[in-house]
């Protein structure tokens, strides 16, 4: 008999152009395909974006929310975040009593063997239902907190909290987190607040799920239990491995959603630290940044020489492939970077520091390169240019481990222990 589940999520997951619709396309293609399950879909959508979404066939219902009015917003602000300081932001600006008797009627005329939350922010929806008796998953992604006090350390005070979720927020929050002068102490605010909110939430949950085995392991030692499990990042290794593409010689490229603050500080930082001594070393080098962005980031970009924003691709193979070495200088973050492994599967090799490789189990110089060393970062990029026989090593070994550990039909594995909770 097919078990039948209900996915409460934040966003839009199709069409899959950033790290997040991946994970959660896929986590819902494999519960149907793999497990047998029938996947029902609770969704903050529009219209045009549900359309898309009833076409795909891994998804077997799909129930539209009601948008979240921007008064109900401010009053969870201002009563459950700064007054009460229970819920972070990301759970104030998502959480409505209409939407919580919406998901109440829908759970009551279905009999669900499971509900998964997408992140914490879907999370007070489970919460709220206290007549669910099935299996109650937090499908957590990755310790929000843990990106946010990384971000707050490195003192930028120029970051949207929120990211891509700031349309979000009420108007005059929002311009609070993007004041040069408030946005630092938010972002601590924030964080403070998502620690102790991920922690407790985690407690009301029977499974949590993380993709890097190392903040599963962190929640479990802090909840001392074993109920945090890790449902690693897989890639369409087959896809991605196709060739398509011809080298270009001293091309170096990055590959992520320009839109997310820590993929701009990164390339940003690279631009202006790490690249000029590449080109000390070597003569026209060209920098591609392949990846979603608006067009303001576009013109910011053509202040520098040969450096080439492509926007959204329709076939990310044909950019990434053509380049020599691939760049992943992170800043801060959290969980696996899903670019990472993508290129990797593409064959082209990755410099990366430890950020960039954290939840991966990497050699370095046997199937990546990793430093924390910015000059030994830009000597390992020359290096790969210069040297065929070891890109071509590199290059083949990542392919290799991306092929033996990061595809999708291995990494879904851990669900079974979901479902048999």
């Not at 102790?196 to 802090?222: M, P, T």
Request: aromatic fraction near 10%; charge should be neutral.
């Amino acid at each position: 008999m097919r078990k039948k589940i209900l996915f409460i999520i934040s966003r839009s997951f199709y069409p899959t152009t950033g790290g997040r619709e991946v994970v959660i396309y896929n986590y819902i293609d494999g519960l149907n395909r793999i497990y047998n399950c029938d996947v029902d879909v609770a969704l903050f959508c529009d219209d045009e974006e549900a359309e898309g979404i009833r076409k795909l066939d891994v998804v077997n219902n799909l129930f539209i929310l009601k948008n979240i009015s921007k008064l109900q917003k401010m009053r969870n602000v201002l009563i459950n975040t700064i007054l009460r300081r229970t819920w972070p932001l990301q759970v104030s600006v998502f959480y409505d009593k209409d939407v919580q008797r919406q998901i109440n009627k829908i759970v009551s005329e279905n009999n669900y063997n499971s509900i998964i939350t997408d992140m914490v922010r879907t999370s007070e929806y489970l919460r709220g239902n206290d007549s669910f008796e099935g299996g109650k998953i937090l499908d957590m992604d990755d310790m929000l907190s843990n990106r946010y006090k990384k971000q707050y350390e490195l003192g930028n005070s120029n970051v949207n909290i929120l990211g891509q979720y700031s349309k979000k927020l009420p108007k005059l929050v929002g311009k609070m987190c993007n004041s040069k002068n408030l946005s630092k102490f938010i972002l601590k605010f924030e964080a403070d607040l998502l620690s102790k909110y991920e922690v407790e939430v985690s407690k009301d949950f029977d499974k949590v799920i993380f993709v890097s085995k190392k903040e599963a392991s962190q929640l479990n030692n802090i909840l001392k239990c074993n109920k945090a499990i890790d449902i690693t990042i897989g890639v369409d290794y087959e896809y991605l491995s196709r060739h398509i593409s011809e080298k270009k010689e001293k091309t170096i490229c990055f590959l992520g959603n320009m839109n997310v603050a820590h993929n701009r500080q990164s390339v940003d930082y690279f631009l202006k630290q790490i690249l000029p001594l590449i080109k000390n070393e070597v003569q026209g080098i060209k920098f591609k940044i392949v990846g979603k962005c608006d067009e303001q980031y576009k013109k910011e970009m053509e202040v520098y020489e040969d450096v080439e924003v492509t926007g959204l691709v329709e076939d990310i193979r044909e950019h990434i492939q053509s380049c020599s070495v691939a760049i992943a200088p992170i800043l801060f973050g959290s969980g696996i970077k899903t670019k990472v492994l993508e290129t990797m599967a593409m064959g082209v090799p990755v410099v990366m520091n430890s950020i960039g490789a954290e939840g991966i189990d990497l050699v370095n110089e046997e199937n990546a390169m990793i430093t924390d060393d910015w000059n030994q970062f830009a000597k390992y990029v020359v290096e790969i240019i210069n040297d065929n026989l070891k890109r071509d090593y590199i290059s083949s070994n990542a392919q290799k481990f991306v092929k033996e550990n990061h595809t999708w039909d291995n990494t879904l594995k851990n669900f079974e222990v979901i479902l048999n909770n």
